[in-house]
């Protein structure tokens, strides 16, 4: 251990005394956690899978400006013309 104090230690290598304290403290959780017992986890590979519930239903294509969207037939005129007012 130094016999600078904090303040001379950081003044000598030219950190703030913020930065010393933020980066002890990341590294006072980074050894609680290497102590702790548990193993920290990393995803390797990320796969989604979706599982249709319903048969697929026949779809409409709206061509707005230069906006083209494909939605469900059954979808209500109402949020249609809700829809075409935002991208217009």
Do not use: W
């Not at 403290?25 to 193993?39: A, E, I, K, P």
């Not at 599982?51 to 707005?64: C, E, F, G, K, W």
Request: proline content about 3%; hydrophobic content about 40%; overall charge neutral.
């Amino acid at each position: 251990s130094s016999q600078l104090t904090q303040r001379a230690f950081c003044e000598h290598h030219g950190l703030s005394l913020s930065t010393f304290y933020a980066k002890r403290q990341q590294l006072t959780h980074l050894q609680t956690l290497q102590n702790s017992g548990f193993v920290k986890a990393h995803v390797l590979e990320q796969t989604t899978r979706y599982h249709m519930t319903q048969a697929p239903t026949a779809n409409m294509t709206l061509s707005v400006n230069d906006v083209e969207l494909s939605i469900p037939q059954a979808t209500p005129a109402l949020y249609i013309a809700e829809l075409i007012g935002a991208l217009s």
